[in-house]
Antibody
Framework: QVQLQESGPRLVKPSETLSLTCTVS????????WSWIRQPPGKGLEWIGY???????YYSPSLKSRVTISVDSSKNQFSLNLSSVTAADTAVYYC????????????WGQGTPVTVSS | HSALTQPASVSGSPGQSITISCTGT?????????VSWYQHHPGKAPKLMIY???KRPSGISDRFSGSKSGNTASLTISGLQAEDEADYFC???????????FGTGTKVTVL
């Protein structure tokens, strides 16, 4: 059973870069698409982007200028970097695996809350 | 791209059936067979319950079923059980460059 776990700082200062890592266990990252999704307090879920294990990534246009998603196959991990953060980036961040041949999210991490504040 | 619309809450007694709606547009729910449904117990990882509008992943109870008509998808839970009490949200692939849109979420309460 594939399991995902997010890790990273829970507090980030405004204008700095938010960096999170998702560790995949129970399966290889060298297949499927891997995604980041977030949920600001009191708001709905927002898709951030995804990448294929080869490193090809696609981002939501609203975040594209600030987002990088990368993969480290040797560690079975993929990462999210979000630059120039503001309070609007405060959210619970989830990593998820895209189910092959569908457009659904098969496995999710528990989510990690990140607060942007000085 | 706007969020998909779900009722804020739905409740039912044990053994009853409930249905949660997920309303989108002809640019998302209505255009592809890519609506999925998730169960989320707070503090835990969301769980895929339905994909491709009406398919169940292995291990998901057949008490959960999905359907769609036009721009509205639905999740039905039959034989409601206490363990079904959770938040549920839908998702759809879209024609926009955002690719994925999510529902506003529904809290299911078992009375």
């Amino acid at each position: 059973q594939v399991q995902l776990q997010e890790s990273g700082p829970r507090l980030v200062k405004p204008s700095e870069t938010l960096s999170l890592t998702c560790t995949v266990s129970g399966g290889s990252i060298s297949s499927n698409y891997w995604s980041w999704i977030r949920q600001p307090p009191g708001k709905g879920l927002e898709w951030i982007g995804y990448l294929y294990y080869t490193g090809n990534a696609y981002y939501s246009p609203s975040l594209k200028s600030r987002v990088t998603i990368s993969v480290d196959s040797s560690k079975n991990q993929f990462s999210l970097n979000l630059s120039s953060v503001t309070a609007a980036d405060t959210a619970v961040y989830y990593c998820a695996m895209v189910r092959a041949m569908t457009n659904s999210f098969d496995h999710w991490g528990q989510g990690t809350p990140v607060t942007v504040s000085s | 791209h706007s969020a998909l619309t779900q009722p804020a809450s739905v409740s039912g007694s044990p053994g009853q059936s409930i249905t949660i709606s997920c309303t989108g547009t002809s640019s998302d729910v209505g255009v592809y067979n890519y609506v999925s449904w998730y169960q989320h117990h707070p503090g835990k990882a969301p769980k895929l319950m339905i994909y491709d509008d009406s398919k169940r992943p292995s291990g998901i109870s057949d008490r959960f079923s999905g359907s769609k008509s036009g721009n509205t998808a639905s999740l039905t839970i039959s034989g409601l059980q206490a363990e079904d009490e959770a938040d549920y949200f839908c998702s759809s692939y879209t024609t926009s460059s955002t690719l994925y849109v999510f529902g506003t979420g529904t809290k299911v309460t078992v009375l």
